[in-house]
Every structure is written in C-alpha cells, then in structure tokens.
C-alpha cells in the first residue's frame, strides 16, 4: 500500500484538527480522525495551551467538556470548548502511527491482505479507518469479492451510507484500477 497515496486521501476526508471535537459517530476525536474513546486516551498524547505542555487535569477537563457536547456538528463548533491544542508534528507522528496500526489490524483481519494489488489495500484501508474494522466487516459481498478479485462488484459493493458521494467514488475507483493491475 501507497502511503504517500493514502495520507493525503485520509487527510482530505478526515480533516486535520488540532483540538478535541466530535465526529460524525460521536467519539471524541483530534488530528485525522484519531478517535480517543477515554480521557485517558487523550492524556496519552502530546498538548499545549499558549505555548506550554498541558497537564492531564486540562486534557481530562477539555475531553470531558467535548464528551458532553451536542454530536453532530463540524469540528470548528467545539473549538471554544476546548484550549489543548496539538501541535502539526504532533499529528503527522500520530497519523502515521494510526496508519500503521490500521494496515496491521487490516493484514491479521483480511488473510490475503499482502495478495491484494496496491489500489484494492488502499480503498480497504481508507473503509477501515473511516468505519473501523467492524464496520468494514459489515460489507461481507464486497470482502469476498475482494478475496475472488472480483474488482469491479467491490466497487459495486463499497458505497457506505452517511458518507460523502466523493469520498465513495473514489473508494469504488481504486478498487477499478485494481482490476487493471
């Protein structure tokens, strides 16, 4: 898989945010779709506020304040509920960590994950982190498809609901360009 492909992709659908918000299913979450389902998960990570290191009572408190927030807004409206910030370093280090993790998870999930051409692995991966491995489980036809290398149903097959028409075409279109490999 093409991570220099694959970044960019999940960071034009994803976004980039420096602070804690809220995203479309509801966890809390910072950078490029880095889902924090504890406050502990958010202490883990590096913030400041105004230039110094933030303590965990300020990480706890922010996260806690995003938790209780209305879900379903954009990311900008929980900004003022929040003062951590995380730095760009900060979440380039952490994306490419959580595409690491990802493609692990996708290669002890999916047995012939090495086997699939490059294309096929990065429409995978760009369902997996977006719906997460049990929600890219919830498309059985098109993960036998993929396994058949029966490219052009997967493709067929990927549209997800709730997410943008763009962002599914282009996942139906890797898995077409796949079948030209």
């Given at each position: 898989?093409?991570?220099?492909?694959?970044?960019p992709r999940i960071e034009l659908f994803e976004g980039r945010v420096p602070y804690m918000y809220r995203c479309t299913g509801g966890d809390v979450t910072v950078?490029?779709?880095?889902?924090m389902l504890r406050a502990a998960d958010a202490v883990k990570l590096s913030w400041s506020i105004a230039g110094?290191?933030?303590?965990?009572?300020?990480?706890?408190?922010?996260?806690?304040?995003?938790?209780?927030?209305e879900i379903g807004k954009v990311a900008s409206a929980y900004q003022a509920l929040t003062q951590c910030?995380?730095?760009d370093d900060d979440i380039d280090a952490l994306l490419?960590?959580?595409?690491?993790?990802?493609?692990?998870?996708?290669?002890?999930?999916?047995?012939?994950?090495?086997?699939?051409?490059?294309t096929a692995?990065?429409?995978?991966?760009d369902m997996a982190f977006n719906l997460g491995l049990g929600g890219?489980?919830?498309?059985?036809?098109?993960?036998?498809?993929?396994?058949?290398?029966?490219?052009?149903?997967?493709?067929?097959?990927?549209?997800?609901?709730?997410?943008?028409?763009t962002r599914n075409q282009q996942t139906a279109n890797l898995f077409?360009?796949?079948a030209g490999q």
């Open positions: 898989m093409n991570v220099t492909t694959v970044i950078g490029v779709g880095h889902a110094r290191p933030a303590t965990a009572d300020e990480i706890t408190s922010d996260w806690n304040r995003v938790a209780a927030a910030r995380m730095s490419a960590a959580d595409v690491d993790a990802f493609t692990a998870q996708l290669a002890r999930a999916l047995p012939h994950w090495n086997s699939y051409p490059e692995q990065e429409a995978l991966f890219l489980k919830k498309f059985p036809h098109m993960l036998a498809a993929v396994d058949a290398g029966q490219w052009e149903v997967a493709a067929a097959q990927c549209h997800r609901q709730g997410i943008g028409d077409l360009e796949a």
